[in-house]
């Protein structure tokens, strides 16, 4: 059912910027793309959402490519806080398709 | 005050029991979900329920049985647990169908022995 790859794990160095990549090729065209974090032993938490447009909100930054395959979501300047597991899903039809999602380590 | 509540939130039981597991949302939402993590974390829907009606059924085992007594609670009932239901649910509501977040609860991890 996963209709997004991303890489398994990836780690950053704290006050550094962090890009999570997501491919969704087969996005289809009324899909919208959502990111969402989570932290240990606790339920997914909503990060951003957008359809075409690049998006912004005070977590983080949402960059989607022109033909829609693929999407960024950037964290300006991680924290510690941060570490967690982001899933970047294909939302249509009241339907959430979640992949496996990376693994964030951050470094003091 | 928590806005998406499930209990409990640790649950150990015997193969072939029946069991429930609760959640209440304050949010005054409109829809309601249940979704299964498996040991590989991937999450699935299960059921969605939007203002007490089915709206989502996936493919799940009738042992599993949805129920919503009003649009702010949304309970789950497992009948004659199996192994395989092991597993960490996750209850959630959103306000609208398209294109808005999820709030999601903190998840009850359910062990079958």
């Known amino acids: 059912d996963a209709k997004t790859t991303q890489p398994n794990s990836m780690e950053s160095n704290e006050e550094e910027p962090v890009h999570l990549p997501c491919n969704h090729s087969t996005i289809s065209g009324t899909d919208y793309i959502h990111w969402y974090r989570q932290l240990p032993s606790q339920g997914p938490e909503y990060v951003i959402h957008?359809?075409?447009s690049n998006v912004n909100n005070r977590m983080a930054s949402l960059a989607i490519a022109e033909d829609r395959k693929s999407s960024t979501l950037i964290l300006h300047r991680a924290t510690l806080r941060d570490a967690a597991v982001y899933y970047c899903?294909?939302?249509?039809?009241?339907?959430?398709?979640f992949g496996s999602g990376t693994k964030l380590n951050v470094k003091p | 005050d928590t806005a998406v509540s499930q209990t409990p939130k640790y649950l150990v039981t015997q193969m072939g029991n029946d069991k429930s597991i609760k959640c209440e949302q304050n949010?005054?939402?409109?829809?309601m979900y249940w979704y299964k993590q498996d040991s590989k974390k991937f999450l699935k829907i299960m059921f969605s329920y939007n203002n007490k009606e089915l709206i989502i059924n996936e493919t799940v085992p009738n042992r599993f049985s949805p129920k919503s007594p009003d649009k702010a609670h949304l309970n789950l009932h497992i009948n004659s647990l199996e192994l395989g239901d092991s597993a960490v649910y996750f209850c959630?509501?959103?306000?609208?169908?398209?294109?808005?977040?999820?709030?999601f609860g903190s998840g009850t991890r359910l062990t079958v022995v």
């Open positions: 949010l005054g939402h409109d829809t």
């Open positions: 899903t294909l939302y249509n039809f009241n339907k959430f398709y």
């Open positions: 959630a509501s959103s306000q609208e169908r398209l294109g808005r977040g999820y709030t």
């Open positions: 957008g359809l075409t």
